[in-house]
């Protein structure tokens, strides 16, 4: 029931993970069911990062703020630059970009901050979800296409993103399919995700004081070269260069794909949440 009460804060996935853990009541009685969160690793975040410039109160009595998400593959990306960096105040920025994506700040180990907030919809452009957004669109949607609050946030969370922009798709590799064909909305909406990766780039490479390494993972962070070549595309002042050729090579491991002159690490690491999530129930049920 607690659980159920959680469903608002991640509406694409509670409901599968309860529907899970029921099934596995029923067919496993006895045997306990370990529930491993994605916001765990983001409590380490300090106040003025978490919090919402919103009445104090509603903090208070209704628990606004910022929670975050993917925080299982968050952790064990950053650690496994750590390990490359073999540096333990490493400040590392995690770039989980999928269907679903986000970018989290590590700073030795813990993480600074992070792109998605209350929900997953907040932050960096995705799949279906819009990602940053003027609060005041909502109300304007709900006005122009006589929606309730809660269609507008289904059609933020389900209609939106690169399915929105493009018209075409919520999987980036037909949207660059029809970009090099000159589609202008697939490119534009290729852009705006690129766009919004690198402002967080910038943003938290600020809040930690530097960055010794940019991480990418997940089905487009781990796949997508075009992607990370436009987003590291324009940093040099910051000291990130890629390596184009070293980009374009395709394979499931790890590897560091920045220049020999580059003063900050570009990392391609595949991420592995079952490995996390696998030690965390290990850990939780061996008492």
Excluded: W
Aim: proline share 3%; aromatic share 6%.
């Amino acid at each position: 029931r607690k659980l159920e009460k959680l469903i608002p804060l991640a509406p694409l996935h509670n409901p599968a993970h309860i529907l899970g853990i029921k099934i596995c009541l029923e067919l496993m009685p006895g045997k306990p069911n370990v529930a491993v969160f994605d916001t765990a690793f983001h409590q380490s975040m300090p106040a003025c990062n978490y919090m919402y410039a919103i009445p104090y109160e509603d903090y208070t009595e209704h628990k606004v703020r910022k929670y975050g998400f993917h925080g299982t593959s968050h952790s064990f990306v950053s650690k496994e630059a750590a390990k490359l960096l073999n540096k333990k105040d490493s400040k590392v920025i995690v770039c989980h970009l999928g269907n679903g994506s986000s970018i989290c700040a590590v700073k030795e180990g813990k993480s600074m901050d992070t792109s998605m907030g209350l929900t997953p919809l907040e932050g960096l452009m995705m799949g279906t979800r819009c990602g940053d957004l003027d609060p005041a669109v909502l109300a304007y949607l709900m006005e122009k296409k006589n929606m309730s609050a809660n269609e507008v946030v289904d059609y933020l969370n389900k209609k939106s993103g690169l399915l929105g922009v493009s018209g075409i798709s919520s999987d980036l590799r037909e949207i660059i399919e029809a970009s090099a064909k000159g589609d202008a909305r697939a490119s534009l909406a290729i852009d705006i995700q690129c766009n919004r990766i690198k402002k967080y780039i910038c943003s938290y490479a600020g809040v930690m004081g530097g960055v010794d390494a940019i991480c990418f993972t997940a089905g487009i962070g781990e796949n997508a070269d075009l992607i990370r070549e436009k987003v590291c595309s324009g940093l040099e002042f910051m000291g990130i260069e890629i390596d184009k050729d070293k980009n374009k090579i395709r394979n499931s491991n790890t590897r560091e794909i920045n220049t020999d002159s580059s003063r900050v690490k570009i990392f391609v690491i595949p991420t592995n949440e079952e490995f996390v999530i696998a030690n965390d129930t290990y850990n939780l049920t061996k008492a």
